[in-house]
């Protein structure tokens, strides 16, 4: 499987700018999106915007090749440390934010000692059984972590009130712009880290991990690098959950949680940046419209299983695939058998 | 071209490495010049892969030590020891093979382009970047692969992969390079010119050992010769003085027969009938 973004040869001027085009097309349609939507379907939308920076953080791990089944208690991490900040220390929240961020990066930073000795399905259930320490920690230690009932009335974003201009961040719109500017500037970095000479070694650990090591890649060094910056991100994403939602517990960060992650990241495909991110919007949009619609919804591990069978038997490269064989068929179709290879590679 | 001290720049003094009760690598000791090309043979599970595993850091030596400019590396990742200058080769087509052929090679230059994390994030590292790229490419041209830089690796025949191989390894910049079967699966044409770019990289100052089948590669290639069996060493040589020695010729011999005649390992005096030795 050819990888796109390394693989994919410098972008000229002209699509680099249809490209910007495209983003700010993108953006204007996040900036009207709640103003389409009721007010509970706006909660679904900052909600959304959360998970699209747990499973794009995610994706950055997976690059290294290895696949947790930690992250979403990583994201737990993050959520209570800054949730225990603004609460217990009094720290005002767009730090707390931040410093929670840090505590799940530097959680990765220790569990990457004991885990990284370990690669492929030793990993992944090496990560799941770590995942389960923190969350009994948590659940043993009510002080100050709330036992199994978790943390509750959590402080909420500081209004801003410059007298002309206030803003309350209850309000699931304000706070969905508030989310947004986090999430984007986040997944900016995200992209940057990939497109740079760090992203084209993790990709290199993927596919040889021996012979990155042979011209001098510390394989260790990187791997704990992507687990601590994709840590840093998912912990930044627990503590935007906190602070919306106003409680959490145990259970939230459990890992009937991480499967939903699972299942965006595969059914979206992990190839290329956007795909996870398609999966999540995708698979959100059909949860919550098309099921609740139904009345389904109590049904949706049921469907979500469904789905990623489907994914997987004919789809196996997720739905960032379609576009790319979208666009192959179209070319059969106008140009005759004459152009039918050159696209589709 | 010796080291300014007098010492060998690698060397192996009573190398041992044991698989549970199965003793791969047994007391061993070696040592190369600098600027030597120096040939690694002996009849199929003497222990020459598993001599060089341990030498570039794959696994720790059970006993003994590997030194490198008279420095004890024994047991140190293979990454250090790639910083250090000592870089291997893989057998066969160990590539990205997801990569096109640049990036390979630009991975290659990991070494070469250090540059901070909030740099890289920035763009700032572009021109240590656009430096390394050239580098790469630099490495490409010496193996003739220059005008294939953007081709996937997937779509390049097995000849050309192993160029490739050796100038990811190349770009490096190696003091020492480890060369493991160099000319396995090449035609005797590819053979000719793959030997005559390892003299080019050993006359640019790179000392070279390998491990090779293929003896009459091995016999006009190499300045000096040890030979393993068992694990430990048999003979250690000019190529004449290896090719005419009795011990060397009845461990192949005797290895031949008990390979059922497959000849992989081939006759120490292949050099006059070694051709089939190339397949």
């Given at each position: ?59 950055l791990l997976t690059l290294t090749g290895e696949w947790s ?252 695939s379609l576009g790319p064989r979208l666009r192959a068929w179209l070319q059969r179709r106008r140009g005759g ?9 | ?279």
């Open positions: 499987m050819p990888d796109p973004a390394v693989a994919a040869p410098a972008d000229g001027p002209v699509r680099r700018s249809f490209g910007r085009l495209r983003l700010v097309f993108l953006f204007a349609a996040l900036a009207v999106l709640p103003y389409l939507l009721s007010y509970s379907q706006q909660e679904i939308a900052v909600l959304l915007v959360i998970n699209v920076l747990l499973v794009s953080s995610y994706r089944l930690g992250h979403v208690v990583i994201m737990g991490v993050g959520a209570y440390a800054s949730a225990l900040l603004a609460k217990r220390l009094g720290v005002p929240v767009p730090l707390s934010l931040l410093i929670g961020g840090c505590m799940a990066a530097g959680t990765a930073a220790i569990l990457s000692f004991p885990l990284f000795r370990m690669k492929g399905f030793y990993f992944l259930i090496g990560s799941f059984a770590a995942g389960e320490i923190i969350r009994l920690i948590w659940k043993r230690f009510t002080d100050p972590f709330g036992g199994p009932k978790g943390l509750k009335r959590i402080d909420a974003f500081p209004d801003i009130d410059t007298g002309f201009l206030s803003i309350d961040f209850y309000e699931p719109v304000n706070y969905y712009f508030l989310a947004l500017v986090v999430v984007s500037a986040s997944l900016f970095v995200l992209y940057r880290i990939e497109r740079s000479r760090i992203g084209l070694t993790f990709h290199a650990i993927h596919w040889q991990d021996r012979l990155a090591e042979s011209v001098g890649v510390d394989t260790f060094r990187y791997r704990t690098l992507a687990f601590v910056i994709a840590s840093f991100f998912a912990g930044i994403a627990g503590g935007l959950y906190a602070h919306y939602v106003g409680a959490v517990n145990p259970t939230r960060f459990s890992v009937d949680q991480m499967v939903y992650v699972l299942v965006w990241a595969i059914v979206g495909g992990t190839a290329t940046f956007h795909g996870p991110i398609l999966g999540v919007v995708v698979l959100t949009v059909i949860n919550e419209m098309v099921l609740r619609g139904l009345g389904l919804d109590t049904a949706r591990p049921l469907i979500y299983g469904a789905i990623l069978i489907l994914s997987v038997l004919y789809l196996p490269d997720g739905l960032e058998p004459a152009a039918a290879g050159g696209e589709a590679a | 071209m010796n080291a300014p001290d007098g010492l060998p720049i690698l060397e192996a003094r009573g190398l041992t490495r044991r698989f549970g009760g199965l003793v791969a690598v047994d007391d061993f000791s070696f040592a190369v010049r600098e600027g030597a090309i120096h040939g690694l043979i002996g009849p199929n599970g003497a222990g020459k892969t598993t001599t060089f595993n341990v030498i570039s850091g794959f696994y720790a030596p059970t006993a003994g030590q590997v030194l490198y400019r008279g420095r004890d590396i024994s047991g140190r990742k293979t990454s250090a020891l790639a910083a250090m200058g000592l870089v291997r080769t893989f057998q066969g087509s160990t590539l990205f093979q997801e990569f096109s052929v640049l990036d390979n090679a630009r991975v290659g230059r990991h070494l070469g382009a250090r540059s901070g994390f909030l740099s890289r994030l920035l763009g700032a590292d572009r021109a240590s970047e656009a430096e390394a790229d050239a580098r790469a490419r630099d490495a490409l041209a010496f193996f003739g692969l220059e005008d294939l830089a953007d081709e996937p690796v997937s779509n390049l025949p097995h000849g050309h992969q192993r160029m490739l191989g050796m100038a990811v390894a190349l770009a490096a910049e190696p003091k020492v390079l480890l060369l493991d079967e160099p000319f396995t699966g090449m035609n005797p044409e590819e053979t000719r010119r793959m030997m005559e770019l390892v003299r080019r990289i050993r006359d640019d100052g790179v000392t070279v050992m390998l491990v090779e089948h293929d003896m009459q590669a091995v016999m006009n290639l190499c300045d000096i010769i040890t030979v393993m069996n068992f694990g430990a060493l048999l003979v250690e040589g000019a190529p004449d003085e290896v090719r005419n020695d009795p011990a060397v010729i009845e461990a192949y011999l005797g290895s031949a027969t008990g390979n059922g005649g497959s000849g992989n390992g081939g006759s120490p005096n292949g050099g006059a009938n070694g051709a089939g030795d190339a397949a």
